[in-house]
């Protein structure tokens, strides 16, 4: 069983900056693929981003290329969403999700075995 704990939202203007964290319990972190979705009001859970195991493959939705990335440090467990130039549409709770080992996580939330409890981002325009 894999915990995932988010941290790192907030209420930030438009065009400010924050990052989000994920941290991972186990010892195989480096065997599961990892993702960010989120959820705004009204609206169904959406992809945002996904790395690979060892952090060499990355994929965005459209909406946020050029000013989130994804990142991951496998020796502290933890997964990262550093999100630049924010927009009030940006406004959602955030998941982060894990893989179950050596999976391919994806664009999909059912490549995700894992959740976290989500964290709010509010982006005020």
């Known amino acids: 069983q894999v915990q995932l704990v988010e941290s790192g939202g907030g209420l930030v203007q438009a065009g400010g900056s924050l990052r989000l964290s994920c941290a991972a319990s186990?010892?195989?972190?480096?065997?599961?693929?990892m993702g960010w979705f989120r959820q705004a009001p009204g609206k169904e859970r959406e992809f945002v981003a996904t790395i690979s195991w060892k952090g060499g493959s990355t994929t965005y939705t459209e909406s946020v290329k050029g000013r989130f990335t994804i990142s991951r440090n496998n020796a502290k467990n933890t997964v990262y969403l550093q999100m630049n130039r924010l927009k009030p549409e940006d406004t959602a709770v955030y998941y982060c999700?894990?893989?179950?080992?050596?999976?391919?996580?994806?664009?999909?939330?059912?490549?995700?075995?894992?959740w976290g409890q989500g964290t709010q981002v509010t982006v005020s325009s």
């Open positions: 999700a894990a893989s179950a080992p050596y999976g391919l996580g994806g664009q999909n939330s059912r490549g995700y075995d894992y």
């Open positions: 186990g010892r195989t972190f480096n065997t599961y693929a």
